[in-house]
């Protein structure tokens, strides 16, 4: 079975940046989407971004709104593991980070679409 493992999340100042790394134990398919979730004490858990590829299609990368032109999500298929470098990082940011994988239906956005998930690693973001 699959297992996600998130690293690279830490406390930063207002303004900074952190990589998130998140390694696959085993093989995910290129097919699979691969996302970041995010979830603050309090609030519901949302998604961040999602990378997408598959047979003859180039990569596609969608993020929330909150994140656009600050956030940005990759993969290396090589070392089998999807990056979110976040850049510009406000308090709002802080929360839990989780990546994701699977090919599930349904929106990027939903967790349904999802069936394999990693721990969740910290991410705090201080003025």
């Not at 952190?18 to 609030?43: E, H, T």
């Not at 180039?58 to 090589?78: L, M, Q």
Request: hydrophobic share 35%; charged share 20%.
């Amino acid at each position: 079975q699959v297992q996600l493992v998130e690293s690279g999340g830490g406390s930063v100042q207002v303004g900074g940046s952190l990589r998130l790394s998140c390694a696959a134990s085993g093989y995910i398919s290129s097919n699979d989407k691969m996302a970041w979730f995010r979830q603050a004490p309090g609030k519901e858990r949302e998604g961040v971004a999602v990378f997408y590829t598959g047979a003859g299609i180039d990569a596609i990368r969608y993020y929330a709104d909150s994140v656009k032109g600050r956030f940005t999500i990759s993969r290396d298929n090589a070392k089998n593991t999807i990056y979110l470098q976040m850049n510009s990082l406000k308090p709002e940011d802080t929360a839990v980070y989780y990546c994701a994988a699977g090919r599930l239906s349904g929106s990027w956005r939903s967790g349904d679409a999802y069936d394999t998930w990693g721990q969740g690693t910290q991410v705090t973001v201080s003025s």
